[in-house]
Antibody, heavy 118, light 106 residues
């Protein structure tokens, strides 16, 4: 079964840091670009970041302004998102996702909730 | 950069046809993808490359894209189709989502 499982979310104070993880199984993780997508409470979907198969190409949403760092560990079938200098408006469910079919996001994790609050 | 505009809400009577639009400057040449999200779970892909249904998606879901507007059509809407729907395109290597449309089945 193709599966993505996120972890690492929680409550953090503004200015703090958090590292999210995404464990992949059931497919050749090392062959696919991976993405993070977030959804603030009651809001729509927002693409956050992507990382190529070899970690050579990293992309981020302009709104993040260098506060987030995406990485991956192919032997461990794992994706990460290091989030620093967190702000209240970073509060969201964070999903990892990929395009196994090469077109659209056809695989999503269940998401992990990040709450930034004092 | 690409911006996608969706109506906030669409209502449809049970069994009738629902149409959800996604507007963007000349998005016709781009591939538009559509996701369904019910409360709680992650989004599910229902249409990709404008009009292709993934395996397991009912035939009542269809899509089109031309000019400045892409359209998701749900024929014979059922109560279980009530959800939020998002369109999405690729702008280079970045994904761009529409704001989402809440579909209510009356």
């Amino acid at each position: 079964e193709v599966r993505l499982v996120e972890s690492g979310g929680g409550l953090v104070k503004p200015g703090g840091s958090l590292r999210l993880s995404c464990a992949a199984s059931g497919f050749a993780f090392s062959s696919y670009t991976m993405h993070w997508v977030r959804q603030a409470p009651g809001q729509g979907l927002e693409w956050v970041s992507s990382i190529s198969v070899s970690s050579l190409y990293l992309d981020y949403a302009d709104s993040l302004k260098g506060r987030f760092t995406i990485s991956r560990d192919n032997p461990r079938n794992s994706l990460y998102l290091q989030m620093d200098r967190l702000r209240v408006d970073d509060s969201a469910i964070y999903y990892c996702a990929s395009r196994l079919g090469g077109e659209a996001f056809d695989i999503w994790g269940q998401g992990t909730l990040v709450t930034v609050s004092s | 950069s690409t911006e996608l505009t969706q109506p906030l809400s669409v209502s449809v009577a049970l069994g009738q046809t629902a149409t959800i639009t996604c507007g963007g400057d000349n998005i016709g040449p781009k591939s538009v993808h559509w996701y369904q999200q019910k409360p709680g779970p992650a989004p599910v892909l229902v249409i990709y490359r404008d009009s292709v249904r993934p395996s397991g998606i009912p035939e009542r879901f269809s899509g089109s894209n031309s000019g400045d507007t892409a359209t998701l059509t749900i024929s014979g809407a059922q109560a279980g189709d009530e959800a939020d729907y998002y369109c999405q395109v690729w702008d280079g290597s970045s994904a761009v989502f529409g704001g989402g449309t809440k579909l209510t089945v009356l």
